[in-house]
């Protein structure tokens, strides 16, 4: 077990190195660099890097495609975070909380899948970018903020549709009665 948490901490790190660089170094000039065009050439590569030229001009923010919605705060997704270098991770919203799958009570429940429908319809506009992204508290994910072709903060939606409420780390209440 101590090597298996030994590597799961080399893969935060290298994770973590990996946003770092991408933030640092430039990005190729539009049109890229010879020999570019065959690896736009399948649907997955076209739909990460469709954002990629909006989103690379701007430092620290990362192109992603959405794999799956977790919940009302967590998805799946693969991060562009270095030109040819895509990473997957869970991505936690910064700075809000849903309610829970995993619910405690009945209004717990229909809240957090409505939380989820909210973020599924979000995400599903495309144009998916990461910025001020972190490593989540819990690990194994990292928190960001979050924007969309239609929404320029996730966060803020849920929070503005009632889908969520404001969390700046620590203990979360309660959904229930």
């Known amino acids: 077990m101590k090597g298996r948490g030994g590597a799961f901490a080399g893969a ?5 190195l990996g946003f770092a660089a991408g933030a640092t170094v430039k990005p190729a000039p539009p049109g890229g660099a010879p020999g570019d065009a065959a690896l736009a050439a399948t649907d997955r590569e076209e739909s990460i890097s469709a954002p990629s ?7 620290g923010v990362y192109p ?3 794999i799956r919605v977790i919940d009302g705060d967590t998805f799946q997704a693969r991060v562009r975070v270095w030109p040819g270098l895509d990473v997957d991770t869970k991505v936690r919203l910064r700075n809000v909380d849903a309610p829970e799958l995993h619910a405690r009570c009945a209004d717990e429940l229909a809240r957090a899948q409505a939380a989820r429908a909210a973020l599924e319809t979000m995400l599903a506009a495309g144009g998916v970018t990461l910025s001020r992204v972190g ?3 819990y690990g194994g994910r990292v928190d960001a903020l979050v924007a969309t072709r239609d929404t320029a903060d996730v966060s803020t939606a849920l929070l503005d549709g009632g889908f969520a409420r404001s969390y700046a780390g620590g203990r979360r209440g309660s959904w229930c009665g």
Do not use: C, L
Request: aromatic share 6%; proline share 0%.
């Open 12 to 16: 935060i790190a290298i994770f973590a």
């Open 53 to 59: 030229a909006a989103a690379a001009s701007r430092v």
């Open 64 to 66: 992603a495609e959405v």
């Open 135 to 137: 490593i989540d508290k």
